[in-house]
C-alpha cells in the first residue's frame, strides 16, 4: 500500500484539500503540526496519483510532497486513531468498536470511504452550532446537509430533534457510508446526489453545510440565482481569515451573520435569515 503525502502552510489549505478532491475524490486523510496540514492518499501502486499530479495539484502553495509505503494491515490500524470526539458535553461521535457515553447522545460513525468521524475541527464547530440552536428550543422541522460525506451532521441532527432530514453529496462513496451510518442509528435519511457546484441544492428551513470557502460562496450564488434560502444556515469548512468573504458572499440572499466559532485556523459560523432568531 502507499501513501502519497501534501504538506502545505495553514492558510494554503483550502485551496489544496479542493484541488486533491479532484484526484481523489472518496477522500483524503488529514494531519495537523504547529504550522502545516497534510493531506493523505492511500492505494495501491497504480491506483493512487502520480506525485506530479500532486505538486500540479498543490501548485504555488506546496510546502512538501512524500510517499512512503505502509504495510497491509494499515486500514486496521487506522482504526487504532479513531476515537470518540464529545461536543458541548451533549453529543459524543464515536466508531463502532468504542463503547457508547452513557450520559450523552450518541452517534456512531464508521467513515469508510466518506469524510466525517466528529475528529476535525469544521465538524466539532458544526455540532456546537447545532447543539447550540437544540438548546435554545430551536431544533424540529426539516433540515438538509450539504456535502454530508459520512452522515455526521445529518444523524446528529436527527438525534438533536430535526426530522426529515435530506443529505445530499457528490461522491457515491459518501451516499453509501451515510445510509451504513444512518441504519446503525436507527435515523431516517433521504439521501441525494448533488453537486453543490452545480446542481440544484435541496432546501430545508435549516441547512448544514461543512464544506470548503469556495464551495460555500458557490452555494450562496445558487441561492441568490434562485431566490429562495433557508431560515438558518450553518456552515463551516473555512479558515479563519475567510469568514468575512463567505460571510458576504449569502449577505444578497437576505442571511445575516448571527454568530461565529474558532479553532485553530478553522472557522464556523451560523446565518440567519434577516428578522429571525
Known sequence: ?????VRCEPEYAE??????????????????GPDWVEY?????????????????AAGGELVDVSTTTVPDDWADRWADFHKPVVVGDRLAVRPSWWEPHDSLIDVLIDPGRAFGTGGHATTRLSLALLIGLEEAGEAGG??????????????????????PITACDREPAALEAAAA????NGVELALER???REDALP????????????????????????????QTLICSGM???????????????????????????????????????
Not at 485551496?15 to 495537523?32: R, S, T
Not at 455526521?152 to 438533536?160: N, T
Open 15 to 32: 485551496n489544496v484539500l479542493a484541488n486533491l478532491l479532484e484526484l481523489a475524490p472518496n477522500g483524503v486523510e488529514e494531519e495537523h
Open 194 to 196: 448533488v453537486d453543490v
Open 142 to 163: 426539516a433540515l438538509a446537509d450539504w456535502g454530508t460525506g459520512s452522515g455526521v451532521l445529518a444523524i446528529a441532527s436527527a438525534k438533536l430533534g430535526w426530522e
Open 40 to 56: 493523505a492518499i492511500y492505494g495501491p501502486p497504480g491506483e493512487v496519483p502520480e506525485l506530479g499530479e500532486l505538486q500540479a
Open 203 to 230: 432546501l430545508a428551513p435549516t441547512v448544514s453545510a461543512n464544506l470548503t470557502a469556495s464551495l460555500l460562496i458557490a452555494c450562496a450564488g445558487h441561492l441568490a440565482a434562485v431566490g429562495e434560502r433557508p
Open 239 to 277: 479558515l479563519v481569515e475567510q469568514l468575512d468573504e463567505v460571510a458576504a458572499a449569502f449577505a444578497p440572499t437576505g442571511l445575516q451573520l448571527a454568530e461565529t466559532g474558532t479553532e485553530g485556523d478553522w472557522a464556523a459560523m451560523l446565518l440567519r435569515t434577516a428578522g429571525e432568531g
Open 181 to 184: 451510518n444512518a441504519e446503525f
Open 1 to 5: 500500500m502507499i501513501r502519497l503525502a
